[in-house]
C-alpha cells in the first residue's frame, strides 16, 4: 500500500479497508465504514482485476458524492466496498499507524 510501503495480508473478499485496518492502521472515513461518504475512496495502482466488482450501492455513492467521471474511470474505488480476490497495490493518502 502507498504511499507507506505497507503490505498486509487479507482473507478473500474481506474488504481492502478492513485488511489494513486489522493490521493495526487507521484509514480516514466520514461515515460508519458503509460507502456513504467516498472519503474512503483509493486509487488502485495494479490489481483490480483482482478486486469485486463494483456494486450498484458504490457506484450510487460515487456519482452522488464525486460526480459521473467518478466511475469511469476504474481505477477509483471505495475501500469499505472493494473485497480483495488477489494482490492489489493501492494508493491511499491518510492511511496511517492506529495509535489510539
Known amino acids: 500500500m502507498e504511499p507507506l510501503g505497507i503490505e498486509v495480508d487479507a482473507p478473500a473478499n474481506e474488504t481492502v479497508m478492513d485488511a489494513v485496518v486489522a493490521h493495526g492502521f487507521f484509514w480516514p472515513v466520514g461515515c460508519a465504514k458503509n460507502g456513504e461518504c467516498t472519503n474512503c475512496a483509493m486509487e488502485v495502482l495494479s490489481g483490480i482485476g483482482r ?11 460515487l456519482l452522488r ?36
Open 51 to 61: 478486486l469485486s466488482a463494483m456494486g450498484r450501492y458504490e457506484r450510487q455513492n
Open 65 to 100: 458524492q464525486r460526480g459521473q467521471r467518478s466511475v469511469e474511470d476504474p481505477r477509483l474505488r471505495l475501500a469499505c466496498q472493494a473485497r480483495v480476490q488477489g494482490d492489489i497495490v493501492v494508493y491511499k493518502s491518510g492511511v496511517r499507524p492506529d495509535t489510539l
